[in-house]
Nanobody, 124 residues
Framework: QVQLVESGGGSVQAGTSLRLSCQGSGYTTEIYSMAWFRQVPGKEREGVASLAYDGLTEYAEVVKGRFTISRDNTANTVYLEMNDLKPEDTATYYC??????????????????WGQGTQVIVSS
């Protein structure tokens, strides 16, 4: 059974950094794509950053230059390094997984598995 567990969220001041982690389990292949999405109450879940199986990355315009997605295949973990955080980055952050040779990018509907989310609060 595939499971994704996020960690690393918290409450921080604007201008600081956080690193989110997403530990995957229940699969053995290294051929997969992962992404981070975020959601605030009353709004749709939006894509933040994706990392395809072949290393292709995609970022939402609002986080380009501030956020970096990376992965550690040996640990089945994907990371989201978030720098220069802004109050508008406040949200619950979810990681997602698509097994196989797909490049789903930031298209939410193409991901098959989701974590439970980790909350990030950025105060000014």
């Amino acid at each position: 059974q595939v499971q994704l567990v996020e960690s690393g969220g918290g409450s921080v001041q604007a201008g600081t950094s956080l690193r989110l982690s997403c530990q995957g389990s229940g699969y053995t292949t290294e051929i997969y794509s992962m992404a981070w999405f975020r959601q605030v109450p009353g709004k749709e879940r939006e894509g933040v950053a994706s990392l395809a199986y072949d290393g292709l990355t995609e970022y939402a315009e609002v986080v380009k230059g501030r956020f970096t997605i990376s992965r550690d295949n040996t640990a089945n973990t994907v990371y989201l390094e978030m720098n220069d955080l802004k109050p508008e980055d406040t949200a619950t952050y979810y990681c997602s997984l698509k097994l196989g040779t797909w490049r789903p990018g930031l298209r939410r509907s193409l991901y098959d598995y989701w974590g439970q989310g980790t909350q990030v609060i950025v105060s000014s």
